[in-house]
Structures are given as C-alpha cells and as structure tokens.
C-alpha cells in the first residue's frame, strides 16, 4: 500500500534577470539609436551641420522666392488690374483690393506671412492685403531683394504692370514674404538689426548685403543667393550654438536612458515581492527583502532629480522622475489592493476592498493637505521662483511619506503558498 505523496506546486515568476537584462538592453539599444539620431541630425562634426543649415536655409528661400513670384505673377497677369489702374478709375479701387486679397488667400503656405500691394506708376499704393511694410523702391524692372521693415525681414518681389496695348507702364506689384518676424516698431530706424531664421538645428542671424563682402566671410557663415545668383543675405550659425545643441541633446538622451533604468528596478519588485512571499527559508527572505529595500533606495535616488526643480530647470532634467514617480503609483495601488482582500478570509474580502478604498481615499486627502500646507508655508504663486521654494519641500515630504509607507510594507509578515496535491492511492500502476 502506497501513501499519498504530496506535491509542492510553486506559482510561476517573471525572471528579475530577465528584467534586468531587458532594461539594460533597452537603455543600450536607446543609446545607440540616440547618438545615431545625433550623428544624423548634427552630423559628425560641425562641418556637417553647417551643411545640413546651409541646404534648409536655401530651400526656404527658394520656397520663399518661387512664393512672392508666383503671387506677383497671378496679380499683373488678372484681366481686371490695368482697367482699374488709370488715373480716372478711383471708383474701381475696390476691384483692385479684391484681387490682391485673392492673390494672398490663393497662395500656397500660410497667407498671413504674405502682404500685397499694388503700387501705380508715381509709386502710390493704390490697393493692399496683409500688412505690406513699403519696400524700397517699386519702379523699374522686376526685382528680387530682403528689406528690414518696422515688421520684421521681408524677402520682396516686384514686377511692373504693363498696359499691353500702348507698352507703357501703369505700376507694379509688390509682394512681401515674412523672413523674421519681428515686434512692430514705429519706424525703420527703430528695427533691431539682429534677425534671426529658426532651422532644426539651431537658430541663425541674417545680415543684409550691405553689412557683409565677398561670396563667404567665414566657415560659420554662407551667402544667400536669388535666381539671378545676386547675393541677397549672409547666414551665420556660430559653432558654440551648434555644440550647445549637441550638448541638450546628449542631456535629454541620458534623461530618457535613466528613466528606462529606473523603471526597470521598479519593474523587479514585483517579482521579488512574489518570491518573497514563497521564500522556503528565513535567509531567502531576509535577502530578497533587502533587495526590495535596495530598489526603494535606488528609486528614492532617481526621485530626488525632482527636488532640483527651480525657475530655470529643464523640462527634460525633470521626465525620469514624473515617469518613475508614475510607475510607482500604478504598481502600489494594485498591490496594496491585493495585499488587503488576501489578508482576510474569502467571507470578508468585501469588506476588506471598501475598508483598504476608503483608507486610501483618506489618505489622500490628508496627503494633498498636507503637500498644500507645506508648499503655502515655504513658497507662493508671485513669481517661478517663490513657487519652485514651495515646490521642492512640498515633493520632499511627499516623497518621505511614500517611503514611510515602503518601509512599513516590508515590515509585513510574509506568507509560505503551497498547494497540496496528494497523488492518489494506485496512480502509479
């Protein structure tokens, strides 16, 4: 006769090696991609950058020219322009506002960094769209040039306006495309001279023809050109810009790659927390509850980036924190949940989930009057910098609370789950 055996049936576990090593290879290969990303975008030297500057900003001015002459064209080709351009035509001018507006509106891009105007034959603007900023000169042959303007940088065709019949000219149209915007100033002797054309890369000034000589006064700058290859802007990007972009980039990487890491070590407390509850002797547990407070240790760490926060702080220097931080409360909440419904018999797993909800409703209510309190006491809203004196006591005391509540986790009893499964007697014949 056989006696029962009995079986010892253990839960299955994520492997904390599997984890570990997942997070490891993710901050590898996000590493790799990022100073590919680099390479790419900035391109291995300065050199490289400049040139990927250089080609952006001559594909916007030529978008830009191939804009205002196509526009220029649609006005000095409509039929219903040189009728209404004659000296005695004044009761017809609103046909000529009508064809500028619909030349803008038409255009291709965003019509609000256009202006139109018709101009006659003395120089007069007979009818506009937009906020046009007088070019220079609107006489003589068709024209391409940049003008500073109490608006900003302006990138300005001209093309005459021809009476067909008698050959004579009867104006012209210009049409002005926004360079740099700039704030209005009440005269073109009140413009900044500093203008500046945003690219991907980085930020670069734009000097006027009359302020540079030669075809490329530096490696740092190159000669903008028109169709008839007349200079029509010098670019600089200084290289200290160019590294300065290096070095944000590098920074939001590390912030990205320490985020991965540090969600992976709170991604591993769940496993461990598991095979703490099923450790077979007293020494396994008291390992692998140090390991859990290890993780506490190492997570609180990360989390103190959050209390660097001032008025001048990076948003980037502040992503690893919010996304652990986040992470943190998703897998406590369920956890605790768990813990209490499994702490009481099955007759009274209903009262234990709205004793374990109601506690946590109150705990959070006294945590944000607390938080408040603390933040009120330290800081205020009248400037960045009295908040960021409230902000960072107001997160350190709610980050103590959190590991208060770590540690007491820790400090519960742990529990042995086995599952009997006798083999019944004559299983073996």
């Known amino acids: ?48 950058a400049m040139t990927r500057i250089e080609r952006q900003v001559r594909r916007e001015f030529a978008a830009m020219t191939n804009r205002v002459q196509a526009v220029a064209r649609t006005v000095v080709d ?51 769209a937009g906020r046009p900023a007088l070019p220079e000169t609107t006489k003589g042959e068709a024209s391409l040039f940049v003008t500073p303007s109490p608006l900003g940088l302006r990138l300005v065709y001209i093309q005459p306006i021809l009476d067909a019949a008698k050959k004579t ?3 012209s149209a210009a049409v002005e495309h926004v360079v740099t915007p700039g704030p209005a100033a009440p005269d073109i002797s009140a413009v900044s001279r500093n ?6 890369v980085v930020p670069v000034s734009l000097r006027l023809r009359a302020e540079f000589t030669g075809d490329r006064t530096s490696s740092d700058s190159f000669i903008v050109t028109g169709p008839d290859g007349e200079p029509l802007v010098e670019a600089v990007a200084a290289s200290a810009d160019i590294d300065a972009a290096r070095e944000a980039w590098r920074r939001g ?42 993780i506490i240790v190492a997570s609180c760490a990360v989390g103190w980036i959050a209390l660097v926060a001032g008025p001048d702080t990076a ?17 406590a909440l369920p956890s605790a949940q768990n813990a209490a419904v499994n702490a009481v018999p099955a007759g009274m797993i209903g009262k234990a989930a709205g004793t374990n909800s109601t506690l946590r409703e109150l705990g959070g209510v006294f ?63």
Do not use: K
């Open 1 to 48: 006769m056989s006696t029962a055996s009995p079986q010892i049936t253990r839960l299955r576990h994520v492997t904390v090696g599997r984890l570990i090593a997942a997070g490891i290879a993710a901050a590898v290969l996000t590493v790799i991609g990022g100073f590919a990303g680099e390479w790419w975008w900035y391109g291995f030297t300065n050199a490289g």
């Open 78 to 128: 409509d039929p219903a322009v040189p009728p209404n351009m004659a000296p005695n035509a004044e009761d017809r001018v609103r046909a000529l506002f009508d064809v500028a507006a619909l030349a803008r509106e038409r255009s291709a891009g965003d019509p609000h960094r256009l202006a139109v105007t018709i101009y006659d034959s003395s120089g007069t603007a007979r009818a506009w």
């Open 169 to 171: 000219r009867l104006g």
């Open 195 to 200: 203008f500046v054309m945003p690219t991907s």
């Open 253 to 294: 990487l590390a912030a990205v790659v320490i985020a991965e890491l540090g969600l992976t070590l709170l991604l591993t407390m769940g496993p461990l927390l598991d095979r703490r509850l099923v450790a077979e002797t007293p020494m396994r547990e008291v390992r692998l509850s140090v390991a859990i407070a290890a």
């Open 315 to 331: 948003y980037l220097s502040l992503v690893p924190p919010l996304i652990i931080a986040g992470a943190g409360v998703s897998m």
């Open 367 to 429: 945590g944000i009057a607390i938080a408040v309190a603390v933040f009120a006491g330290a800081g205020g809203y009248a400037s960045a910098q009295q908040f960021s004196d409230g902000f960072t006591p107001a997160i350190a005391v709610a980050a103590a609370l959190s590991l208060t509540g770590a540690l007491a986790g820790l400090a519960l009893p742990s529990r042995r789950r086995e599952i009997l499964n006798p083999v019944p007697e004559g299983a073996a014949a």
